[in-house]
């Protein structure tokens, strides 16, 4: 099988095609042009201040309440390692992001799993946790277009979420890089917007909407946080990267991040929409709620096809996924995240038969 042939529906990135690279080289040309000393100077750990006051403008929050960081990632990093020492209990989704689990058991935390609902993670089941004693430090959730599971949480759910945060005195760690990835619905507002109580720290990133190789993702909390973990950022690597950050800043300030996020919307949208019909004709057992933005879909299989097997005998047809069973402590043995990001809609329906094909050997 050669790599020409491989429809990969493992990575969470844009396909080149949707990426405004002829955007990006203006940019480029223009932060060099704007601004030669902040450029090419080591810069500060908390960012590159104009692309810093940006983005609190976006969210309506001061600039000493942004950390513009290498990628989202490690906005993740620096937030666990400020707040969660070994052995302190943490929610998670489940599904969640398989490197945030990763990290959070690295790092020795005691990690809940609290199950997504076709509307969000479920508040009550969580609430029961809380009532059995369980005492987190933080909460991990990504209420838009949640990666694995494509769901989006909804804003009843947000209000109580915020509720529970400041009943139980636990930080909501908001985890919002698809936001702006919308196919259908109205936008809701972010739970860092509607907090008073200073209970969420959010984080987000580039990733999505311009490309992932700029690596610039930031973490909007209070002031004094956000000053603490850029003391650690400052004696990790004294700034991060001020060329890509001022790239992204002038990408955004000319306009050329709205037209970036209607291409990739639009893309996506359609790609979702074919993935969903290919999968209704080729695997029509499959169960799956249908994202209304984002990069993932996240399908249930019938008791029978494990995805410990089915993934190589996928991977042998010029398929790749990622298994369920990597987003969770446990379970997930009967499902597979699909990111329909990457593949052209073209491909995706041989992608989907090549799996149909694939699961009905590892049944036979």
Known sequence: MTAEQLISFARGA???????????????????DADPA?????????????LRRWIAEKHGVEADQVLVTNGSLQADAFLFDHLVRR???VVVERPTYDRTLLNLQQMGGEVHGVTIQPDGLDTAELRKLLESGVRPKLAHVIPNYQNPAGV???LEKRRELLDLAAEYEFTIFEDDPYADIRFRGEPLPSMLSMDSRGVVVHASSFTKTVCPG??????????????????????LYISP????????????????????????RTALGERATVLAESLRRHIP??????????????????EDVEVDRLAPAAAERGVAVVKGSDFMVDGGRHALRLAYSAVTADRIDEGVRRLAEAMAAVRG
Request: aromatic share 8%; with cysteine.
């Open 214 to 235: 700029v690596r610039v993702g930031y973490l909007v909390g209070p002031a004094e946080l956000i000053a603490a973990i850029a003391k650690r950022a400052t004696n």
């Open 241 to 264: 990267g001020m060329v890509a950050q001022a790239i992204v800043h002038q990408f955004c300030v000319s306009g050329s991040i709205e037209q970036s996020i209607r291409t990739v």
């Open 87 to 89: 052995g302190d209990a």
């Open 285 to 302: 057992e499959a169960r799956f709620v249908e994202p209304d933005g984002g990069y993932f879909l996240w399908v249930e299989l019938p």
């Open 152 to 154: 989006t949480l909804s």
């Open 14 to 32: 844009p396909s080149l095609d949707i990426v405004d690279v002829e955007g990006l080289k203006a940019a480029a040309v223009r932060a060099f």
């Open 38 to 50: 902040g450029v090419t100077a080591y810069g500060t750990s908390v960012g590159y201040p104009p």
